[in-house]
């Protein structure tokens, strides 16, 4: 569950490494928590610093960004199901731009298999694992 100040990971190659929700998007269901799935707002709290020359792989990001993300891992277990319960190590998202497409090009980390039943199929197909 992921609430306002919550810190996640960033797990795409956009160019952020932590980031602060601010705004969780959601209907008025679990009063303002976020879970896997689920799309929020968030500031970049710490990015990886832009070098001087602009290639493919620059930064697409900076410290301070307000930016829209989808969470994909969380600490707090959540229930399959099957009856299950999945739990991760950390928190971390995946950065979208303003039409809900992926602003990195690639996912360095597992990702919950929670994510293709809240329509969030391409984050599935590139991520190296779903667990």
Do not use: H, Y
Request: net charge positive; hydrophobic share 45%.
């Amino acid at each position: 569950m992921i609430g306002l100040k919550g810190t996640l990971n960033v797990i795409d190659n956009s160019g952020a490494l932590l980031i602060e929700c601010v705004n969780v998007l959601k209907q008025k269901v679990n009063n303002g928590w976020g879970s896997v799935g689920d799309e929020i707002v968030c500031v970049v709290k710490r990015a990886r610093p832009i070098s001087g020359q602009a290639s493919a792989s620059a930064a697409k990001v900076r410290q301070g960004d307000v930016r829209r993300a989808v969470i994909v891992r969380t600490r707090k277990p959540v229930r399959r199901p099957d009856g299950r319960l999945i739990r991760f190590d950390d928190n971390a998202a995946v950065l979208l731009n303003n039409k809900r497409e992926m602003l990195g090009t690639r996912i360095g980390g597992v990702v919950s298999a929670d994510l293709r039943m809240k329509g969030w199929g391409k984050i599935v197909s590139l991520a190296p694992k779903v667990v």
